[in-house]
């Protein structure tokens, strides 16, 4: 099945800078790539997602980038704010609806 | 829209009672999933309903777990009897075709005592 490798598992940002989590995958299959963000307290949201036939896509502050000869893929946060701090998931997906998620990271934003 | 909702919140139960965990999936929603995150590691997939039918139960980890969706709206999950590696937040959550965004649900928290 499915292996997803995120890191780092915590990041503390200060205010204003730029926030990098990766993430790998084994299945040459997987074909969907969603970042979910769950705040303390709150359910896992979908920010950003991204499927195999596009090399980035961007949404204001956030943006998703895919390598899939190398099998990775990253999301980018700039310009954190406070609103920010939480946990990040990553996922992938090789048939749609199986999500096979990385283990997290907490990410803080120092004011 | 109202999302998807489970129940309850939060459960502490002693080792070798049964649990319900119910999910109430975004209406209309024909895809329902469940996942469970164990002690801060991966969100792992357990079960995919397409309707009343299950389509992968390839995560369920083991028959003490029992996955049901009568009618095809709300979907149960038991645990019968809990063990402590049972411990974890169960999440729940629905697409309306399969290839559509997942939305979760809070998840509720087990508590195997």
């Known amino acids: 099945g499915e292996n997803v490798e995120q890191h780092p598992s915590t990041l503390s940002v200060q205010e204003g800078d730029s926030a990098v989590i990766k993430c790998t995958y084994s299945?040459?299959?997987?074909?969907?790539f969603p970042w979910y963000k769950q705040e303390l307290g709150k359910r896992p949201q979908l920010i950003i997602d991204i499927r195999s036939n596009v090399g980035e896509k961007k949404d204001q502050r956030i943006a998703v980038t895919l390598n899939k000869t190398a099998k990775h893929f990253s999301l980018h946060i700039t310009e954190t704010q406070p609103e920010d701090s939480a946990v990040y998931f990553c996922?992938?997906?090789?048939?749609?609806?199986?999500?096979?998620f990385g283990a997290g990271t907490t990410v803080t934003v120092r004011a | 829209e109202a999302g998807v909702t489970q129940f309850p919140s939060h459960s502490v139960i002693e080792k070798g009672q049964t649990v319900t965990l119910r999910c109430d999936p975004i209406s209309g929603h024909d895809n329902l999933y469940w996942y469970r995150r164990v002690m801060g590691k991966e969100i792992k997939f357990l079960l995919h309903f397409v309707k009343e039918s299950k389509q992968d139960e390839s995560g369920m980890p083991n028959n003490r777990f029992l996955a049901e969706r009568t009618g095809g709206t709300y979907s149960t999950l038991k645990v019968q009897p809990a063990e402590l590696e049972d411990s974890g937040v169960y999440f729940c959550?629905?697409?309306?075709?399969?290839?559509?965004?997942?939305?979760f649900g809070p998840g509720t928290r087990l508590t195997v005592l």
């Open positions: 996922a992938a997906s090789p048939a749609d609806y199986k999500l096979s």
């Open positions: 299945d040459s299959a997987s074909n969907y």
């Open positions: 959550a629905s697409s309306h075709g399969a290839v559509d965004t997942q939305y």
